[in-house]
């Protein structure tokens, strides 16, 4: 009964904020008129809206199949790619203020003067970015179904309501101040379940009771090469993400987004050390019998974890920052989703529409990719960290090429980012089917993709600056 409650008021709590945040601008809605001012809210807004409930689920969960080589690839990962992340984020601000893009596509179209770059890039994005979707809603309804007791369908739709009023009603303003705190109340609860692992395994000895064959680098029931790849190609989103890029958009200055380079490194660090040790010292607590039935689905283990180790009521935190992990990337998701197909697309194919037209298209388009990934997740057969690491890395592959490109080698040619999108997704979708499976596809696209970036915009002429307005375009 107390989990209902506190779902009722987490979800009104939710819904009055982004009526108090509701914007009635298309840049308020999608870049909240570039004006947030406060580094925290940023970087652990940053880390929420990457973190969703595959990470709290499926990462919590995949360690007591794949073992400790996941433990130190997915926490040594996130980690360097979250520091070099902010690293780089003062230039993606920069660049974004340069173009006045309002979206990752936009911005790369007038870095490459590439309409067609754009919408291929949206193309993909919305394609995508509806899988991940899936996995997410996916990992939502289980943890409704492990926590509240209710079915698996009866999850989904709650999901659904919820992340469709607030993403609706409130745009990127909510979502920033909504998912910054769901990022604390997440840090709370991988906190509570790690020490409660750590506290019924009896401290430091709990690692003395796990078996050998868990704690070996080789892998447990997975290869170390997958597990490998899984935590390369899902951490590499902290650097290219569209969702996590838009968030360094809405900074008012460069100040705030140097000073979120303290709080998103650090607040990452936490919850994935955290998270993606549970699988593993869970082998320290219950026994094989106890774990047996997670073994063919461990995105059921945290759900267990919290009500086996946790006192009655605080499994309460454990369900909220689970359900704060799976809103705070679904709302992000939805919204680059739905600017890539009516800002990025719609406006290509009909230059003349108002933006007060694609606000309402972006709205409702909204609400419609919510209601088709929810249909395609009532029968998700797939783990949630496979299915997130495939469509996770895509996007990740097909951003992160053209955008470091764009940001430190002005050589780079319209014909560079579109050979690029098509050798990327092509070169993956190729390797998923008829590829070496230890190989993870991420890695294939990122060599092809970079070779034919490097071959389109050497082969073809060197771009020219110009200036269009305030705004300074290559054209090739």
Known sequence: MLNHILLVLYVAGILLLSLKLRQGTFSGFVVSDRNV????????AYMAAYFSAASFLGGGGYGLIAGLP???????????????????????????QKYDAKTVPQLLERRYNSQRGKVLLAGIMLLMYTVYLVAIFKGCANLFQGLLGVTYVHGLLITVAIVALYYVIGGLPAILWISFLQ????????VFLYGGLISSGGGIGIWDMIPENILSMSGASVPWQKTFGNAFAISLGLLALPDLLIMLFSARDKRVVRFAGIYGPISITIYALCIFS????????????QLAPFMANPDGLVPFLATSLLPP?????????AISAAMSTMSAIVLVTTTALTSDILKYVRPATSDD???LMTRIVGVIII????????????????????????????????LIFGLYWERGTSTGFTASLMASFGSIVLWQLFGNPLVHPVFVGLICGTLAYLGGSLASARP?????????????
């Open 37 to 44: 001012i406060h580094p925290a809210v940023i970087g652990i």
């Open 70 to 96: 996941w433990v130190i690839w997915a926490v040594f990962f996130h980690v360097a790619f979250a520091c070099l992340a902010f690293l780089i984020a003062p230039k993606i601000w920069t660049a974004s």
């Open 183 to 190: 990022g604390l109340i997440m840090l709370v609860g991988a």
């Open 278 to 289: 549970l699988g593993v010292l869970a082998y320290g607590v219950f026994s094989s019998e």
């Open 313 to 321: 009521g605080f499994d309460s935190i454990v369900l909220l920052a």
């Open 357 to 359: 037209k694609v606000l």
């Open 371 to 402: 209601l088709v990934s929810a249909f395609f997740a009532l029968d998700v057969p797939q783990m949630i960290v496979p299915l997130v690491s495939a469509s996770m890395g895509v996007i990740a592959c097909c951003v992160f090429i053209p």
């Open 464 to 476: 020219i600056p110009t200036t269009v307005g305030d705004i300074d375009v290559i054209i090739d």
